[in-house]
């Protein structure tokens, strides 16, 4: 049975996007993650702030490294997020995943995403359906 980091090793092999947003995986444990990533210029709207699709994105990488790290291939059921501080260029944002719920078909996860300054600026909430099919 494969280790949670050596499934989430496997999936950033493949996993392009969160290669492009330049995440870091700092901590993997059973339905849990722990990733970060700095905000580059491209990444801004036309308000000078981080696209919410930035923050979406880091949360969503730390959900499904969450979710998948037991070697049982989940996808995304329903996901929401809610902004709660403006994210800025050069900021460093932390994700944290943490399972709330780890059913037979289903899995709970709160994700809450940090900047430098240890500040709140969104939390996510995925709900995952797992498929039974194994990565490794």
Sequence with gaps: MPTP??????????DMFSQWLGIEVLEITEGYSKIKMTVRPEMLNGFGIAHGGVAFSLADSAFAFAC?????????????????KAVQVGDTLIAEAKEIHNG???GLYIISIFNQKNEL???FKGNCFRTGKTHL
């Design 5 to 14: 980091q050596e499934v989430v090793a496997k999936m950033m092999q493949h």
């Design 68 to 84: 998948n790290n037991r070697n049982n291939l989940s996808v995304a059921l329903d996901t929401s997020i809610n902004f709660t």
């Design 104 to 106: 037979r078909s289903t």
């Design 121 to 123: 600026v969104a939390h």
